[in-house]
């Protein structure tokens, strides 16, 4: 079973930028899809952005040109980097691995002056 831990979310001023990781243990992710999704309150979780095991990713239209998802597999983790970071983009961050359906716990994201 694969276990996720998210980290890196926080309090960010609009503008600014932040990496999210997602260390997975237990088992390897590294053949695997791994998406993040978001989910502000009172909303419904969405997609943001996913990798494949080939490195190709996807993009929510809302955070492309500005969030970047890779990939490190010898470390067995995916980090998100988001910049120019707005308001809309407050929410709970959460990493999903597609093979084992496992879901970290989210890592709060919270853009505000």
């Known amino acids: 079973q694969v276990q996720l831990v998210e980290s890196g979310g926080g309090l960010v001023q609009p503008g600014g930028s932040l990496t999210l990781s997602c260390a997975a243990s237990?088992?390897?992710?590294?053949?695997?899809?791994m998406t993040w999704y978001r989910q502000a309150p009172g909303k419904a979780r969405d997609f943001v952005a996913s990798?494949?095991?080939?490195?190709?990713?996807n993009y929510a239209t809302s955070v492309k040109g500005r969030f970047t998802l890779s990939r490190d597999n010898a470390k067995n983790t995916i980090y998100l980097q988001m910049n120019n970071l707005k308001p809309e983009d407050t929410a709970i961050y959460y990493c999903?691995?597609?093979?084992?359906?496992?879901w970290g716990q989210g890592t709060q994201i919270t853009v505000s002056s």
């Open positions: 990798i494949l095991t080939t490195g190709v990713t």
């Open positions: 237990g088992s390897s992710i590294n053949s695997s899809l």
């Open positions: 999903n691995d597609f093979n084992s359906g496992s």
